[in-house]
Each structure stands twice: as C-alpha cells, then as structure tokens.
C-alpha cells in the first residue's frame, strides 16, 4: 500500500471475504424479490434462479445458508491472519462488522421487514462496499487509517451505489408496481438520472482531490483512466429515457469500478 503495507495473503482473504458476502447479498436479493413477487415477467433483467423455477425456495434458502457459513470462515481466517489472537479488541470489532455485514445483506429484501423495499439500500451499499470496504480493508493492512484513505472509500463507495441505482433505473417500473419503494421509485426516473450524475460526478472529484492532496506524479494516475468507460456509460444513462434500455450498462459500470479499483491498487502499491 501506499504507506508501505501490503501483505497478499490478508489481501488474497480480503478478497474471498467480499465475494462471500456478495454472493450472500445476490443469493438473498434472489429470494427475497422472489417471494414477495418482484421478480416476474415484468422484469427486464435476467431470468433469476427462484423467478425462472431453476431453483425451488428450500434449496435457496440452503444456498444462501452454505454462503453464510463460508463467508464467516473467510471472515475470521481473515481476522486471525490481521490481528493473530493477541489483541481481542480489533478481533471483536471486526467480527461484529462481519456480522452486521451478513445481516445487510440479507436484510436488504428478505424479511418482513427489508430495507431495500423503503429506500435504503442505496446508504448501507455506500457504508457496506465503500467506507467498511475500503477503510476496513486499509485497517487490517496498517492497523491505522489515514485521513486521505476516505477520498477513494467515499468514491468507490459512490460507484458501487451508481450500480444500484442503474439497476433501480432499470426496474423502476416493476419496483413501483410491487411495492419497491426505491429511491428511484420516489424521486422519478428522471432525477433518478440526475441523482446518477451526481454520484459519478462526486466519484471523479473525490480522486481528483485525493491526487491533490497527495502530490501524486501525473505518470501514476493511470487508474484514472477507468473513468473514461464511466463517463461514456454516463452519457449513454443521461440520453436514455427508456428503463428498459439500461439494462446493458449495468455491466459496464460494475467492471468499470472494478477496473479502477484494480488499477488504483497496482498504483499505490508499485508506483507510488
């Protein structure tokens, strides 16, 4: 990292960790539109697995179980690989965030009760896969967090909610029909659009300023150029007045944010 810390092993379980809990988050979002009856004809993304009859809900619902229990045991490897046994403080901290972790991504659809159907998944995606992310991330590494380090978690963060709003674009008119009260449901398509912009616009300045304030080469701000598809996207949502036809840019933001992550840590690692 860029203040001398990297150890690929905590990286490597960094890594499991996040995909174990997104697949969680994607095995739990499937059941919980499933069975409330938001996933249905009207949807018009892919097929999902209890929508489409691929998977009957008992065997979900194991899934989604067997995901639970290897991203724990990803979770706490990951703990005891950072913090070995010696300070109990750092370990509980970070196993009631893995905790709270698992219970977001459930709780997003599935419940009585989800906080996806009221317009909040957009905050807890931005405190989940932005600041915990990144900040947490950049803890189990130095054991410190830098003042700097909330510019690129603010930003991912931002990005990863531009690829839940893209998605609620897409759906806003089966999300308003069942019940979906997603952001985009409340504020209209529209300023839905808008409200993309802002988050993608805030992205790019939060790099931009973090640059700034830490004096970095012009030579190794290459990550930057992951905007270039970003902004491309962007245009394309900002012209598009049909939900229907986002449904292909939801790819290009996803692995768009993956490439600047991607690249912005082989920055700080070897160039800077």
């Known amino acids: 990292m860029m203040h001398g810390q990297f150890d690929v092993t905590i990286f490597i379980l960094a890594l499991l960790t996040t995909v174990g809990f997104q697949v969680t988050s ?11 009856g938001t996933d249905n004809e009207d ?14 809900r008992s065997d979900l619902k194991k899934g989604i179980i ?16 950072a913090f070995g046994l010696g300070n109990l403080l750092y370990i509980l901290i970070f196993f009631v965030l893995g905790l ?6 459930i ?21 989940f896969f932005g600041l915990l992310g990144v900040m947490g991330s950049m803890f189990l590494f130095s054991k410190s967090l830098y003042p700097t380090a909330w510019l690129p978690a603010i930003a991912i963060g ?28 409340k504020m209209g398509f529209e300023n839905g659009k808008r409200y993309h912009f802002a988050l993608i616009g805030l992205a790019l300045l939060c ?16 990550f930057m150029l992951a905007f270039i598809p970003v902004l491309m996207h962007l245009r394309k949502v900002m012209f598009t007045h049909d939900p229907g036809l986002l449904d292909g840019e939801l790819k290009k933001l996803a692995l768009g944010t993956f490439l600047l992550a991607i690249l912005f840590l082989i920055s700080v690692n070897i160039f800077l």
């Open 26 to 36: 994607n095995f739990a979002n499937d059941y919980g539109d499933g069975v409330k």
């Open 207 to 222: 790099f931009l300023w973090f640059i700034y304030l830490e004096s970095i080469k012009w030579t190794n701000t290459f």
């Open 158 to 185: 931002l990005l990863c909610v531009g690829v839940l709003n893209l998605n609620n674009l897409r759906d806003v008119v089966s999300d308003k029909k069942h019940g979906k009260y997603t952001l985009v449901v």
């Open 66 to 81: 067997v995901s639970i229990i290897i991203s724990m045991v990803f979770a706490l490897a990951l703990i005891y690989k």
């Open 107 to 127: 709780k997003y659809t599935m419940g009585d009760n989800p906080y996806g159907y009221k317009g909040m998944g957009d905050l807890f995606v931005f405190l």
């Open 43 to 56: 949807r018009i993304g892919p097929a999902r697995a209890l929508q489409s009859g691929a998977i009957s």
């Open 100 to 105: 709270l972790s698992i219970w977001a991504a």
